[in-house]
Structure formats: C-alpha cells, structure tokens
C-alpha cells in the first residue's frame, strides 16, 4: 500500500503563491510518475503536473506553464508543488496522485492511469 498526505493548501490574493506538499509512505518505487489534480466546484477533477520520480523529467497543462512548478525530494519520499502568481481560477482542491506503472506519453493526464490518491487540500485564490 501506498498512502499521500497533502499539505500547504489555504487562502491567498491574486498574484500571492503557496507551495503545496505531498509525503509519500509505503512501498517506493524508482519508476514511479507522480502527480498534482485540482477539482474546482462544479467541474471534473483536471491534471495540473506531472514528474517522473527517476529523472525528473516535468509536465504540465497549459493553463500553469510558468507559474507552477512541481517537484521532489528523492530522499524525503515528497513531491512539491510551487505556485506563483495565482488566478482566482486556480481556486480548487488539489491532489496528488501516483501512477505505479510504466510512464506513457499519451495518457500521464489520465486521471485512470493514477493508483494511489491523497485526501486533497484546498487552494483558495481570492480577487
């Protein structure tokens, strides 16, 4: 088993940052993909990032490039998500999530690709 706990979400201005965490335990595997979701009120849950835990290649939806940036502590079992200048749009619960299989090109944005989710932690972005 595989548990994620989330940490750092809360309430800031537009234009503010916040750096959300999410602390791995259980099994550990160098092949890992893990990732960062957000699900805004009303609408289904989004990927957001994504970094392979060997190499640390990242990725990210459009709507986040240049001002998110995710990433992790190899010894600390914990992936992080920095998030700059933040829109009200931004509003939402964040997860992480961990994909235990074989990285794929085409459908690492898959949420039904992801094993293992964490509890969520809300990002409110105040106008």
């Known amino acids: 088993q595989v548990q994620l706990v989330e940490s750092g979400g809360g309430l800031v201005q537009a234009g503010g940052s916040l750096r959300l965490s999410c602390a791995v335990s259980?099994?550990?595997?160098?092949?890992?993909?893990m990732a960062w979701f957000r699900q805004a009120p009303g609408k289904e849950r989004e990927f957001v990032a994504a970094i392979r835990w060997s190499g640390g290649s990242t990725y990210y939806v459009d709507s986040v490039k240049g001002r998110f940036t995710i990433s992790r502590d190899n010894a600390k079992n914990t992936v992080f998500l920095q998030m700059n200048s933040l829109k009200p749009e931004d509003t939402a619960v964040y997860y992480c999530a961990v994909d235990l299989g074989t990285f794929s090109d085409w459908s690492y944005r898959l949420e039904g690709r992801y094993d293992f989710w964490g509890q969520g932690t809300q990002v409110t972005v105040s106008s």
């Open positions: 259980g099994r550990t595997f160098s092949t890992w993909t």
